[in-house]
């Protein structure tokens, strides 16, 4: 197969579909623009190359140098919170550039595309747990732009042929061999509970390190929102499973995930045994955009892709992300 063409390679949850790609025998080109990703994540294998999506000269010059073959497209904005804040950014990253994305690969008659969209197109859930027909209603811009996106590729097959599978991500966690969750600024729930549980380890802890938890009072057990939380690996191999079966695919969407929740307390409870400290947190506002409960049925992708969580259980999926937290206390900046 011709090289693969990894957007956002260099991030979270592309480093490891990097890894597994070359594991497999794939050739791949990374496209990265830094602003989130760490090219210390990166194997030495990969070809990289620093820019940004949405510039189209450069774009060309890739795919004619490297004669790419398929396209993972991770690269996007992808913070709930700031996407509500500056919407703009948000249409600019996920739609526009997607566009001149799909401008080029159309230009080079690339027709193969797996695409990381999210369980934040369907919005508050009507039924548990959520299967892929159910109504899409995002609350939040982020994703009202992966949904958008999901509906220009669907018009995208039909006028051109385009061959793609989009996955909803529900919340991706953990580590795997070496690579990790390294944000700056850090918003997700795993990270920033590890982060201060490794300072009062340390003796650092202070009053500023008291975690704040975003709403206390949703129709939920505890009063906070639960979330289905499913290893980046267990992610990172549905991008592979789907590119090998992409010829012989009808179905195009898919969700990922655990197909179990876990509230915001319950984690930090997790966090508490697995790390042995004791995390302080406070109860605050409600976010804006976050529905109270996200829980997936991922039965399609097991039955399609032959894809299933296999480190299904909260406190593994801690443990992992416990241990590159101590092992790389600063991320990827050592």
Request: aromatic share 8%; with cysteine.
């Amino acid at each position: 197969m011709k090289p693969i063409l990894v957007t956002g390679g260099a991030g979270y949850i592309g480093s490891i579909v990097c890894r597994l790609l070359l594991e497999r025998g794939y050739e791949i080109v990374v496209l990265d623009n830094l602003d989130e990703g760490h090219r210390e994540a990166l194997p030495q294998k990969a070809v990289f190359i620093q820019g940004d999506l949405g510039d189209e000269g450069l774009l060309s010059r890739l795919f004619g140098e490297y004669s790419i073959g398929a396209v993972v497209h991770l690269a996007a904005s992808c913070l709930v919170g700031e996407s509500v804040q500056d919407p703009g950014k948000y249409y600019r990253n996920n739609l526009g550039n997607g566009l001149v994305l799909l401008k080029v690969m159309r230009a080079f008659q690339v027709d193969k595309l797996v695409f990381s969209s999210t369980a934040a197109v369907y919005g508050e859930p009507q039924a548990l747990p959520i299967t892929e027909t159910h109504p899409t209603a995002p609350l939040n811009p982020y994703g009202h732009s992966k949904l958008v996106f999901e509906q220009i590729l669907e018009w995208e097959e039909k006028a051109y042929g385009l061959k793609y599978v989009a996955f909803r991500y529900f919340n991706a966690a953990g580590a795997w061999e070496g690579l990790g969750e390294d944000h700056r600024p850090e918003t997700h729930l795993i990270p920033l509970i590890l982060r201060r549980a490794l300072r009062a380890k340390e003796g650092k802890a202070g009053d500023e390190e008291v975690l704040q938890v975003f709403g206390g009072d949703y129709a939920t057990p505890d009063g906070t929102c639960i979330r289905d939380y499913v290893h980046v690996r267990d992610l990172a191999l549905a991008h592979v499973l789907a590119l090998e079966r992409l010829d012989g695919l009808t179905e195009r969407i898919f969700n990922l995930g655990n197909e179990r929740g876990a509230s915001v307390l319950e984690v930090i409870q997790t966090a508490e045994e697995v790390t042995g400290c004791p995390i302080p947190f406070r109860i605050g506002d409600r976010r804006p955009g976050d529905p109270a409960v996200l829980v997936a049925s991922s039965g399609k992708a097991a039955e399609v892709l032959g894809w299933k969580a296999r480190f299904s259980d909260l406190r593994e999926i801690v443990s992992s992300a416990w241990e590159w937290h101590q092992r790389f206390p600063d991320g990827y900046k050592r």
